[in-house]
């Protein structure tokens, strides 16, 4: 591939099956020569970086979700921003959004590029095509090429919905449930596996069906036992639908040595007249039976959930009993948001539509009881040493945050530098502690890292400096990046708002 060819930039929105796709584009533009940068947008970042900059026409490809009014809204607000920063760029839109409405989309700016859903697996050909680029049939070999430096790979097995909850856009915009076969998801996370990745996460639209579309027989379960030999040290699940975990996918959770005790179990409402009207097929006291079927496998499953508040006549009544479920199965985090009618869905038909002030004040509240549920079992886990996969220095928005840290004094220093090296270093699968330094060819100062156990918690580390004999060149360029993939013991020390605080373990 030619110099010229400009920088792309993969912004992504929404879930992580978007992530994947993210991923899965990133990887396959680097196969073809192009230099990518991925980014998640976030409510504190822009997700687009100054890099841009220096190159004089880059490409952005927005990923987009469509999943509420909002996240329409935050789609459009970054398309155009970008199309008025960035005259000269040429703008990819896809994603859900971009399949749901088109026009509305390549109306935002000029040198916009809409990509529906549907053509999206052709999505890096379309790239390359459209920049004037030679097309490079990557080769087998290559496809884990664009790993190096992350710490977690997002694989997606399967797309597409059929189940149809009534307040639901999904199906419409991902289409019918698209399962990838089996051997090709094995070859994928042996490929990751030896490209260094220290976890995997499985991800799709509706995961717990894997299968479901392919020859009987294939499932789920099927998949975690063909991974099992893969000696990846953590494999996580991404979001399950409560109804389609099956007895035979719970016997896997008992047999497979690297699965992480964490599932996103999406409850929705604690209300069984909701749960109906939103056509999800469970009661609560369904999904009550299921959580504890898994807690007698796992004593110590972490357990997330969505939350949706204000849909269709949900009552106060109602609302107090999905926070009285809140307060029942402990969560360890919540995603709350807020129902927004999508066009075309039976639950936008639905009388009895609750006013918006309403909605928000109930979000609110879940918001705060969930923040007390985080509270309370960082409160347990003082002292306690955990496993963190470190994913890089802590982030400086996190670090500015303007929050009182509500235990301990494990982070006097918020506002703290990450850490510097004076000398990149070879990597090592070795479990870092206080007493096991890293190797002696390089020293770093003392600098917060953050990353996630195989809980699903997020940590902030606080590493003292390890002073190292026969260093040389201090004035060298900082490698920020050593600890990246690098599985340390943390013991908790403190909290903050949703992470958890620590230093390496003694």
């Not at 591939?1 to 978007?18: A, D, E, F, Q």
């Not at 991923?23 to 980014?39: D, N, P, W």
């Not at 299968?211 to 893969?230: C, F, K, N, P, Y």
Request: charge should be neutral.
């Amino acid at each position: 591939m030619k110099s010229s060819v400009p920088k792309v930039h993969i912004i992504t929105l929404g879930c992580k099956v978007n992530q994947c796709d993210g991923e899965e584009l990133g990887r396959a533009l680097t196969c073809r020569g192009f230099q990518v940068e991925i980014g998640v947008e976030s409510d504190n970042s822009a997700g687009v970086g100054t890099p841009a900059l220096q190159f004089m026409n880059p490409v952005f490809v927005v990923n987009t979700c469509t999943v509420t009014s909002t996240a329409d809204a935050k789609a459009r607000k970054l398309i155009r921003r970008l199309a008025k920063d960035y005259p000269g760029a040429k703008i990819i839109v896809t994603g859900c959004y971009a399949q749901r409405d088109v026009e509305a989309v390549a109306g935002l700016g000029d040198n916009i590029l809409v990509v529906p859903n549907r053509k999206k697996p052709r999505l890096a050909e379309t790239i390359a095509e459209t920049l004037g680029a030679d097309v490079i049939h990557p080769s087998d070999s290559a496809k884990t090429s664009s790993c190096s430096g992350r710490t977690r790979a997002f694989v997606k097995v399967q797309d597409g919905c059929d189940h149809g909850c009534t307040y639901c856009i999904v199906p419409a915009v991902r289409g019918p449930m698209m399962s990838k076969p089996l051997s090709g998801i094995v070859e994928e996370v042996a490929s990751l596996c030896e490209a260094g990745m220290k976890e995997v996460v499985l991800c799709g639209i509706r995961l717990g069906a894997y299968g479901a579309d392919l020859q009987e027989g294939v499932s789920l379960a099927h998949l975690l036992r063909g991974l099992r030999e893969i000696p990846i040290p953590r494999l996580r699940l991404s979001s399950l639908e409560p109804l389609d975990i099956s007895e035979d996918l719970i016997a896997e959770f008992n047999d497979h040595p690297g699965l992480c005790h964490h599932l996103h179990l999406p409850v929705q409402s604690g209300d069984d007249g909701v749960l109906a009207a939103m056509g999800r097929g469970y009661t609560l006291s369904d999904y009550r039976r299921l959580v504890e079927r898994i807690r007698r496998i796992w004593p110590d499953l972490s357990l997330t959930t969505d939350v949706m508040v204000g849909f269709p006549e949900e009552s106060e009544a109602a609302f107090e009993n999905t926070l009285e479920m809140m307060r029942e199965f402990d969560f360890t985090k919540v995603h709350v948001f807020r129902y927004s009618a999508r066009p075309g869905t039976p639950a936008a038909a639905m009388k009895d539509q609750v006013p918006e002030q309403t909605k928000r004040a109930r979000m609110e509240a879940v918001q705060e009881l969930a923040e007390g549920l985080f509270r309370r079992r960082a409160e347990q886990m003082m002292g306690r040493v955990v496993e963190v996969l470190i994913e890089g220095p802590a982030q400086k928005e996190r670090a500015d945050q303007k929050r009182p840290h509500m235990l301990g004094a494990g982070f006097a220093n918020p506002a703290g530098e990450p850490a510097a090296f004076t000398k990149a270093a070879p990597k090592t699968s070795a479990r870092l502690t206080e007493d096991k330094p890293p190797p002696n060819e390089y020293a770093f100062s003392a600098g917060r890292w953050e990353g996630l156990t195989p809980h699903y918690l997020r940590v902030e580390v606080s590493i003292a400096k390890w002073e190292a004999k026969g260093v040389v060149g201090l004035g060298c360029r900082p490698q920020p990046d050593f600890l990246m993939g690098e599985i340390i013991q943390a013991r908790i020390t403190g909290a903050g708002k949703d992470f958890l605080v620590g230093e390496l373990a003694r």
